[in-house]
Nanobody, 126 residues
Framework: QVQLVESGGGLVQAGGSLRLSCAAS????????MGWFRQTSGKEREFIAA????????RYGNSVKGRFTISRDNAKNSVYLQMNSLKPEDTARYYC???????????????????WGQGTQVTVSS
């Protein structure tokens, strides 16, 4: 059974940085995609970033381009989200997700992702 465990969330002031981690267990991802989404109460889940294990290509949501960077560590079967220049509107619960299907370009649609972590809360104060 695949498990995704996020960590690294917390409280940070606007303009600060945080690094989220997602450790995958239960299988080794050498294909498919892994990504990050976020959600606040009463809103739809928003795509943040993803990459394809197959091609190495990345994709970012418009609201985080230039500020957030997704990366991976194959040996640790982990993916990371470096978040810089954080804004109060970045406050949300952040979820790691994994898709089994092989894609050259990772998907931004949450319905394509098969596995989800429990999430980690990020709060940005003004």
């Amino acid at each position: 059974q695949v498990q995704l465990v996020e960590s690294g969330g917390g409280l940070v002031q606007a303009g600060g940085s945080l690094r989220l981690s997602c450790a995958a267990s239960g299988r080794t991802f050498s294909s498919g995609s892994m990504g990050w989404f976020r959600q606040t109460s009463g809103k739809e889940r928003e795509f943040i970033a993803a990459f394809s294990w197959f091609s190495g290509n990345t994709r970012y949501g418009n609201s985080v381009k230039g500020r957030f960077t997704i990366s991976r560590d194959n040996a640790k079967n982990s993916v990371y989200l470096q978040m810089n220049s954080l804004k109060p509107e970045d406050t949300a619960r952040y979820y790691c997700a994994a898709e089994s299907s092989t894609r050259i370009n990772p998907s931004s649609y949450d319905t394509n992702y098969d596995y989800w972590g429990q999430g980690t809360q990020v709060t940005v104060s003004s």
